[in-house]
């Protein structure tokens, strides 16, 4: 199924659209607050899935003609200028309405466990195709948050006093935690008391709650103003990717 969006409309306001005729993105950003022609326009991904711009099929565009005169309308469905629309290669214009695939609404079950290699982390990618990991500065060990569709309909008490736990634990507490300790303590001690010692202990491992895809893949994190970097990376190079991130987090922290 296809469906046509102002490219002004809010991923969120979508995603609710969508969810009360049963339906959803085909990928789930992990923030919400982004616009449909942000989203493009950033390959904003998540969900163990292509990026939203991989399920885009027509793209409406303005923009002024080569003098500079004229206002241009036009759509682009095919070719290699729909390949370079989809990642906002070069100023093509406004994004005003985009057409793309949507599928039914479903349901993911999600486990955050440690694991203590990245090898470990790839090997659970089979059974958890949706899963996404972090690395734990100072403690040097990454979490998983494992993911996959599942037909269980959940609704259970615990799944909502998940939800609860990561809003307040991961979307506001870590944030929080962070803040005070590197922004307005300038504490290194304490800061690697917290990651290397104390947030482990935050962490729920046997919890294993379903909910609706746009619930459970996305996070918070437009509550606090951070800087955020994306690069993409082979899964072939994700293990010298990897060791580049730990090193440069080391020397930032003068630990080499």
């Given at each position: 199924m296809l469906v046509s969006v102002g490219g002004g409309c809010r991923i969120s306001r979508l995603l609710a659209y969508l969810n009360d005729r049963g339906l959803t993105l085909p990928s789930v950003g992990l923030i919400t607050e982004q616009t449909v022609a942000g989203a493009i326009s950033t390959a904003t991904h998540g969900s163990g899935r292509h990026s939203?711009?991989?399920?885009?099929?027509?793209?409406?565009?303005?923009?002024?003609?080569?003098?500079?005169?004229e206002v241009v309308v036009r759509w682009i469905d095919s070719g290699e200028e729909l390949r370079a629309v989809r990642c906002s290669l070069g100023a093509m214009g406004v994004i005003t309405e985009v057409l793309f695939a949507v599928v039914p609404q479903y349901r993911v079950q999600e486990q955050l466990v440690p694991a203590g290699t990245l090898s470990e982390v790839l090997r659970m990618e089979s059974e958890t195709p949706l899963q996404q990991f972090f690395l734990v500065p100072h403690l040097w060990r990454f979490y998983v948050q494992r993911r996959a569709e599942t037909a269980e309909p959940g609704g259970r008490l615990t799944d909502q006093l998940y939800r609860l736990y990561w809003f307040l634990m991961m979307d506001i507490g870590l944030h929080l935690v962070v803040l005070l300790t590197a922004v307005y303590l300038r504490s290194r001690v304490l800061v690697r008391l917290f990651f290397s010692t104390l947030m482990p202990w935050t962490v729920v491992t046997s919890w294993r709650p379903i909910d609706r895809s746009d619930r459970q893949?996305?996070?918070?994190?437009?509550?606090?103003?951070?800087?955020?970097?994306?690069?993409?990376?082979?899964?072939?190079?994700?293990?010298?990717?990897?060791?580049?991130?730990?090193?440069?987090?080391r020397v930032a922290d003068d630990r080499t």
């Open positions: 939203l711009s991989h399920y885009v099929q027509r793209v409406r565009l303005v923009h002024f003609d080569a003098g500079g005169s893949l996305v996070m918070e994190h437009e509550l606090f103003r951070h800087v955020e970097e994306e690069l993409f990376v082979r899964r072939s190079d994700l293990p010298s990717a990897m060791a580049l991130v730990e090193d440069l987090l």
